[in-house]
């Protein structure tokens, strides 16, 4: 296409992009991440909903600029989505949801509103389903309510990893539809 404008003709081009086929299958597992103000946790679980291996990256984006935030948000990233093409299973994230909580800062203390505020949830989400659609590997979300909980108090102890870890054990299994009664 070419267009006039006051600096002279410009032309644009676009191309079609082939269509990217997801290669991964929850039947084989799932990877999920927890997201903390300081870190991500990772658990991967096989298709009987075990855990197969735990990993924590860290990612600390407080007093980053907009652009420092994203690229360390990118650089974290980019292990998940290794493990998840190296093992084929999906990416499961849990789906948060900080409008109210944003809306009311002012409740809470100035250190917990200065965490919240630095939180970059939607970038990270953002920037992991550009990587994991590029990648060919399907991001499921699941609810995020009482993961923390339930994973602190029947898996943390168990496979001896941290509450985050067991959190994100618990979204995946959430993912492959695996049942949470307590013990």
């Given at each position: 296409r070419f267009a006039r404008d006051a600096k002279g003709w410009r032309v644009f081009a676009s191309t079609a992009k082939?269509?990217?086929?997801?290669?991964?299958?929850?039947?084989?597992?799932?990877l999920?991440?927890?997201?903390?103000?300081d870190h991500v946790a990772l658990s991967l679980t096989k298709h009987d909903g075990n855990a197969v291996f735990f990993q924590r990256v860290a990612l600390v984006t407080y007093g980053a600029s907009r652009e420092?935030?994203?690229?360390?948000?990118?650089?974290a990233i980019k292990p998940i989505v290794a493990a998840a093409l190296r093992h084929r299973v999906p990416i499961v994230?849990?789906?948060?949801?900080?409008?109210?909580?944003?809306a009311r800062l002012r409740e809470y203390g100035a250190r917990y509103a200065r965490m919240l505020s630095a939180f970059a949830?939607?970038?990270?989400?953002?920037?992991?389903?550009?990587?994991?659609?590029?990648?060919?590997?399907?991001?499921?979300?699941?609810?995020?309510a009482y993961s923390s909980l339930i994973g602190r108090r029947k898996f943390a102890r168990?496979?001896?990893?941290?509450?985050?870890?067991?959190?994100?054990?618990?979204?995946?299994r959430r993912a492959q539809k695996f049942s949470e009664r307590p013990n």
């Open positions: 082939p269509p990217i086929s997801v290669d991964t299958d929850l039947e084989a597992g799932a999920a991440v927890d997201l903390n103000a420092q935030a994203g690229a360390l948000t990118g650089n994230v849990e789906r948060l949801d900080f409008a109210k909580k944003k949830y939607r970038r990270f989400v953002q920037i992991l389903c550009a990587r994991a659609h590029d990648a060919g590997i399907a991001v499921i979300f699941v609810n995020a168990r496979y001896g990893v941290s509450g985050h870890q067991a959190a994100a054990l618990v979204l995946a």
